[in-house]
């Protein structure tokens, strides 16, 4: 059962780049969609979110951009720094519950 | 700012013993979730909890697990009698009403079961 799907396990980039990590999605049902980032041996932090009424969402170096007719979604770290390495999971919700369903997740990893 | 607390950080246990894992979500919130990520794998839900009662839970959720909010502050997990495989970093993360989506999560409990 892999509705959201993370399929770069890994991802390295330069110091000042820009950092994508996709996710796709196969529930049409969702209608809300979350990136975490999270450390070893910590919970996952709350980075951005999108709700599918919208096609983008930025704060910050964070962008958010959704294609609901791909049913694709990336974040976009802009400039990179070493502070954002970690993994950041993609994550989505449906209906009035809220549970989230999660990606494997993305190792992103900021060289200096 | 406010944060979702969990204790123990680690607990070991035998299995076939109960174990309690304890989270403080944040104050205000009202919605409260389990959820746990086997070493490797991604993170899954377990279970949702609202106004006293389970609201939604997994096919993981089975008998062996149970939910409580004993006082206004504490939301816990129990697990009757452990198992191998229940060994897991186990999250914990709560939901302010109002329509807003975004779950703030404890820093985890890792259960390890010998």
């Known amino acids: 059962d892999q509705q959201v799907k993370q399929n770069s396990p890994s991802l390295s980039v330069q110091e000042g780049r820009i950092s994508i990590l996709n996710c796709d999605y196969t529930?049409?049902?969702?209608?809300?969609f979350l990136w975490y980032k999270k450390y070893p041996a910590e919970g996952p932090t709350f980075l951005i979110s999108?709700?599918?009424?919208?096609d983008k969402n930025e704060d910050g170096r964070f962008t958010v951009f959704l294609n609901k007719s791909a049913k694709h979604l990336s974040l976009h770290i802009v400039p990179s720094q070493p502070g954002d390495s970690a993994v950041y999971f993609c994550?989505?919700?449906?209906?009035?519950?809220?549970?989230?369903?999660f990606g494997k997740g993305t190792l992103l990893t900021v060289n200096p | 700012e406010p944060e979702v607390t969990q204790t123990p950080s680690h607990q070991v246990t035998q299995m076939g013993q109960e174990v309690i894992l304890r989270c403080v979500p944040i104050?205000?919130?009202?919605?409260f979730y389990w959820y746990r990520q086997i070493l490797g794998q991604k993170v899954e839900f377990l279970v949702s909890?609202?106004?006293?009662?389970?609201?939604?839970k997994s096919e993981i959720f089975d008998d062996q697990f149970s939910v409580e909010r004993p006082d206004g502050s504490n939301f816990t997990l129990k697990i009757r009698s452990t198992k191998l495989e229940d060994s897991a970093m186990y999250f914990c993360?709560?939901?302010?009403?109002?329509?807003?989506?975004?779950?703030?999560f404890g820093p985890g409990t890792r259960l390890t079961v010998l």
């Open positions: 909890f609202y106004n006293n009662e389970i609201s939604e």
């Open positions: 529930n049409s049902m969702f209608d809300y």
């Open positions: 993360a709560s939901r302010v009403s109002g329509g807003t989506d975004t779950q703030y």
């Open positions: 994550a989505a919700s449906e209906g009035s519950n809220y549970k989230l369903t």
């Open positions: 999108i709700s599918s009424i919208k």
């Open positions: 104050s205000n919130h009202l919605y």
